[in-house]
């Protein structure tokens, strides 16, 4: 039974704790409905699975051999086994089925079990208020690594001592340098070497935008710089023309004297 609770619930396990007590609560509630549904139709003196091992007992049964001891109520039998003298019974056929079986086992029980019934309940916004200030929400921290899902076996699921378990070396988180972690599942804070180291790493960009002033352009400075460097650029680029002109002017000359 609590095995099929555990494997029932874990789909609402992941939900805030009051949507998932309400999951729990309407599945408790569907689940002892169609329970005392199947004892409404049910016609047997114990209940099912009971029966189902019972019917099995009985085909297996072949192998005892009854022997009636004639009493006046015709009740009274030694029953055997057909190859061992050493398994044999009493029977008595007027002492009924329940008596044989556990009551833990009769439909009476299976009745009682599935008599009490969940009160329904109203919704959130018919609720009382109380007028007091409502609580806060803690303040969230996103942990390292995928939730967890799995319930923790630890407590309830022994475990053989004797069995040697898998050595790991330990890990060392590489953020905070503690033991037992590492950075994916750190929630810890950067260790005082890393934080100076941090610190150093991020000086530099400061240092740059701290440089003296000297060094530094004002914007028309610079708008002058790139108007000085375009006109360069446009006097390189005409001389390069004339250049590639005059070479072009002596070859047209010299075909012109091989023609001749
Ligand atoms: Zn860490």
Redesign the pocket.
Same mark, same amino acid.
């Given at each position: 039974m609590s095995e099929q609770f555990n494997a029932a619930i874990v789909k609402y396990r992941a939900r805030p704790i009051i949507n998932m007590l309400e999951e729990i609560r309407l599945y408790l509630m569907r689940k002892m409905n169609y329970s005392r549904n199947q004892i409404a139709r049910y016609r047997g003196p114990i209940t099912p699975t009971a029966q189902s091992k019972l019917e099995i007992a009985k085909r297996d049964s072949h192998k005892w051999h009854a022997l009636w001891v004639e009493d006046p109520e015709l009740a009274r039998f030694q029953v055997q086994h057909i190859y061992s003298n050493n398994h044999q019974h009493v029977v008595d056929l007027k002492m009924s089925t329940k008596k044989h079986v556990n009551p833990c086992y009769s439909k009476e029980t299976w009745e009682r079990i599935y008599a009490p019934y969940i009160t329904p309940l109203r919704g959130e916004d018919q609720w009382i208020k109380s007028g007091a200030e409502p609580v806060k929400a803690p303040r969230f921290a996103k942990g390292g690594g995928r939730p967890k899902k799995k319930r923790s076996k630890a407590n309830d699921v022994p475990q053989n001592p004797y069995k040697s378990k898998r050595k790991y070396k330990e890990i060392q =988180?590489g @953020? =905070?340098?503690?033991k037992g972690? /590492?950075?994916k @599942? =750190? /929630?810890?804070t950067i260790s005082n070497d890393k934080q100076r180291k941090k610190a150093r790493t991020d000086t530099s960009p400061q240092n740059a935008s701290a440089l003296p002033s000297k060094t530094r352009l004002t914007g028309e400075e610079l708008q002058c710089a790139h108007l000085s460097m375009l006109c360069l650029c446009k006097f390189k680029l005409l001389i390069f023309v004339v250049l590639v002109l005059l070479n072009f002017a002596r070859n047209v000359t010299i075909d012109v004297s091989a023609f001749g």
């Open positions: =988180c @953020r =905070c340098s503690e972690h /590492n950075v @599942r =750190c /929630n810890g």
